[in-house]
């Protein structure tokens, strides 16, 4: 959508990285559970995640819909010396090629119809990563998304994942960078 692209392309436009450049946490924590080989981030940002799983030796494709953001992205991936390859589109028409990858990455972006084009995108016996807010991050943190439709109700996450094995799953209050933040987790097989 275009007002994504403006609101994002602002957010990015700064010179810092508004997003940090540490992998998410979990991401970190639970790498040796992801299967090596074609990798696609969606809605990757400056990169932080999609950095972090090329220098892990993943072959990771990185969309996102802000030219200011996979521009960041780039630039972090030439200084830490590990190539990704970007691609900028929207994700409400993007077409995620079938069975193409053994990883999908979803972090802290939330668009429901597109489920089952990331199923559709993995292979079999590859896996997704996902995390991002839950209702109950709006009690604890002023911070995250304003609409309630980008916070995921509970045991949504897990639902949505159903046809998939689970591997991990939790739903709670986890700190990244010193803020505090309610989350669903996950990593799920497709089967
Ligand atoms: C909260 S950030 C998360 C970035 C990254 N996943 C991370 O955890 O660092 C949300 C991202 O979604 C992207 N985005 C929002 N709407 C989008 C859309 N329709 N298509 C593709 N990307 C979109 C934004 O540009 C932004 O980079």
Known sequence: MRSDKKRWDARFKGKGFALGKDPNPFLKKHIRLLPKGKALDLAAGEGRNAIFLAQRGFDVGAVDISEKGLRKAKELANE???????????????????????????????????????????KKGGRIIFETYILEHRNISSEGPKDRKYFLKPNELLRLFKDFRILFYREGIVKEGGRRKAVASLIAQKE
């Open 80 to 122: 830490t010396g590990v190539k990704i390859h970007t691609f900028l589109a929207d994700l409400d028409t993007y077409n995620i090629e079938k069975e193409r990858y053994d990883l999908v990455a979803n972090f802290y972006f939330l668009k429901r119809s597109l489920i089952p084009k990331i199923k559709r995108g993995i």
